[in-house]
């Protein structure tokens, strides 16, 4: 047999400095435009909501939070979101409850207006839902529009990871909870390149994300509840049990999903669809009061003021009422996302929980409750974490947070997630 021919030598790859250095100005770019555009959205929708629900309502002589204003303004915002779903270019986008945080292709740039103006319009109008769909959506979509005509040569999924890490960047004020996101998608990716090296170019636009959110607004996720400087075993004891119990309880919302979502869908039209919702979003505010409106966060911080102040009956019906809402909320097609409202969701079961047993701490009642919600809705196992954990500022939470996570995960995993593809069947 004739020896086999020498194999032509591979090509040397580029050093990781060549191929890392000319990704940075990109990402700061990316950076600084993702969270203008967040702080340019939220500030809109601000200074709207402070017209529907203060200053129209002083004017007018009536209370801002009465149940018969929550459900004119709630019916008021489907309507107006539905003529955005019917007439902006594109419909404001894609179905959202097909929507995931940052992992779908990027829409058109024609679409991002109309996609704006129905996300703000929700925040305003005081619907169940964040703001971190939409504005990552549209970030993804201008960055892959200007990169790939700036550098045509660059791969896709690069606009796409900086446009995502930015966004996750600016919204929770630190690029830890984008490195977190980033790489539990890139654990899925097989290739030679290590974690580092691909997280390189998305921590730098996560970083100018969220510095330039920090410098401009100052955000704070701590909720200043009593800190848990030793954490004992009647603490590990609690976050074991609330922890699993929020997960099931996130999980009725899950396996409701796609009926509520495909009952809306079998209606007509966007201005029947997104008007009735308002309208049952309104009537659930009428039920659960003004603080089970909006995206939750300041909300949060509102019911952490005073954990002792309500009953356990109180606020396991703020806990309901706002599941319920945030259910209708991403069903009938408004356009927001679900990471705040689940927050809201599972502080509210923690300090249920704490109304309860008194023995239970606030902190460790409200930071294993949002971990066990967030695990629930997004199956994101450490933007869960490091949500839970933030709220309560509270190093020593983290290990029982860490330890509650394996069975509320061992509940969720496999199961149907609060996300559907373009058919109306639930991801897993």
């Known amino acids: ?13 580029p050093t990781p400095v060549r191929v890392l250095l000319p990704q940075i100005v990109p990402a700061l770019l990316i950076g600084v435009g993702a969270s203008l555009l967040l ?9 709207f909501k402070d017209v529907l629900w203060e200053a129209l309502p002083d004017t007018l002589g009536i209370g801002g939070f009465s149940s018969l204003w929550m459900i004119t303004i709630l019916t008021a915002t489907g309507v107006a979101v539905g003529l955005v779903v019917w007439k902006a270019p594109g419909h404001a986008g894609p179905d959202p409850a097909t929507m995931g945080l940052g992992d779908e292709a990027p829409v058109s740039p024609v679409v991002v207006p109309g996609l704006l103006v129905a996300a703000a319009l929700g925040l305003a109008g005081g619907v169940s839902l964040g703001p971190e769909n939409p504005i990552i959506a549209a970030n993804i979509a201008l960055a892959y529009w200007l990169g790939s005509r700036a550098q045509p040569v660059a791969p896709a999924a690069l606009w796409v990871s900086l446009a995502s890490a930015a966004t996750i960047g600016a919204l929770f004020g630190t690029p830890v909870a984008a490195a977190l996101v980033i790489s539990e998608a890139l654990a899925r990716r097989p290739g030679d390149r290590s974690l580092w090296d691909r997280l390189f170019a998305p921590l730098v636009a996560a970083g100018a994300g969220a510095t330039t959110t920090a410098l401009i607004a100052h955000p704070t996720f701590d909720i200043s509840l009593p800190p848990v400087t030793y954490p004992g075993w009647a603490d590990l004891l609690a976050s074991l049990v609330i922890a699993p119990a929020a997960a099931l309880f996130g999980l009725v919302a899950v396996y409701a999903f796609p009926f509520v979502h495909a009952a809306f869908r079998r209606l007509p039209h966007p201005m029947v669809m997104l008007p009735l919702g308002g309208l049952t979003l309104g009537l659930l505010g009428a039920l659960g009061g003004h603080l089970t409106l909006f995206k939750g966060l300041d909300e949060v911080k509102e019911i952490a003021a005073d954990p002792d102040g309500r009953g356990a009956g109180a606020v396991a019906a703020l806990a309901a009422v706002k599941l319920a809402a945030l259910l209708v909320a991403a069903s009938c097609g408004f356009r927001g996302g679900r990471i705040f409202p689940a927050v809201f969701i599972g502080a509210a079961f923690g300090l249920c929980a704490h109304a309860l047993v008194p023995a239970v701490h606030p902190a460790v009642g409200v930071a294993s409750g949002v971990l066990g919600l967030l695990l629930a809705i997004t199956r994101q196992g450490w933007i869960s974490l490091f949500t839970a954990a933030v709220l309560v500022a509270s190093p020593a939470v983290l ?18 997630q609060m996300q559907l593809d373009t058919s109306g069947a639930p991801l897993r």
Do not use: F, K, Q, Y
């Not at 047999?1 to 790859?13: E, F, R, V």
């Not at 702080?39 to 200074?47: P, Y």
């Not at 394996?406 to 496999?414: C, E, H």
């Open 399 to 416: 290990a029982l947070l860490c330890i509650a996570s394996l069975p509320a995960w061992l509940i969720v995993t496999g199961r149907p």
């Open 39 to 47: 702080l340019g959205v939220s500030e809109i929708a601000e200074l």
């Open 1 to 13: 047999m004739a020896p086999d021919a020498p194999s032509a030598p591979s090509p040397p790859l």
